[in-house]
T-cell receptor, first 116, second 112 residues
């Protein structure tokens, strides 16, 4: 029973390129969350999605960032025209439903983006 | 605007002794508080949580205390073991939401 799978684990991009990060939730989980950890900081909430729906995107930067969780396939966090400040570890978490009990989030190992 | 603060970036404790990790928060509208443990190159792993209506929750060697009047919570690990060496994040969930607000973490090192 695989956990939350994220790929790539490491991604290097030059300024102006696009970055795509993928997240496959745990089997049976239909809710996906994306968090970003900048160097020396804690994880910061970005977006919460269910299949084909964005539930809460209050933590997403207004420009260049988008997320989707299609009916089939993994959730994707897309960053267009990356800048050096986007360099961070991006963590995905999943849950089987609304996290009414706040301990049901399972995190993936993260994708580390480096922008040159 | 850091709503959840962990003011100690690191803590060093001898094996067998108690580790106390602290966390302060500024928002009274949190309904759950959690502690996560993170090893290098891995994602955070849930450790223990506490509802805002309680003041203590215990699970084996781990106990979380919540002092609402002081807006402070702490994680006690006793006895500490070398395998406990990791970064510990305090997190809080705003009432009515599904997101977590994380602190900046405390790196715990347990030495023999």
């Amino acid at each position: 029973n695989a956990g939350v799978m994220q790929n790539p684990r490491h991604l290097v991009r030059r300024r102006g390129q696009e970055a795509r990060l993928r997240c496959s939730p745990m089997k049976g989980h239909s809710h996906v969350y994306w968090y970003r950890q900048l160097p020396e900081e804690g994880l910061k909430f970005m977006v919460y999605l269910q299949k084909e729906n964005i539930i809460d995107e209050s933590g997403m930067p207004k420009e260049r960032f988008s997320a989707e969780f299609p009916k089939e396939g993994p959730s994707i966090l897309r960053i267009q025209q990356v800048v050096r400040g986007d360099s961070a570890a991006y963590f995905c978490a999943s849950s089987p439903g609304r996290a009414l009990k706040a301990n049901v989030l399972t995190f993936g190992a993260g994708s580390r983006l480096t922008v040159l | 605007d850091q709503q959840v603060k962990q003011n100690s970036p690191s803590l060093s404790v001898q094996e067998g002794r108690i580790s106390i990790l602290n966390c302060d928060y500024t928002n009274s509208m949190f309904d759950y508080f959690l502690w996560y443990k993170k090893y290098p190159a891995e994602g955070p792993t849930f450790l223990i949580s506490i509802s805002s209506i309680k003041d203590k929750n215990e699970d084996g060697r781990f106990t979380v205390f919540l002092n609402k009047s002081a807006k402070h919570l702490s994680l006690h690990i006793v006895p500490s073991q070398p395998g406990d060496s990791a970064v510990y994040f305090c997190a809080a969930r705003p009432l009515g939401t599904d997101k977590l607000i994380f602190g900046t973490g405390t790196r715990l090192q347990v030495f023999p």
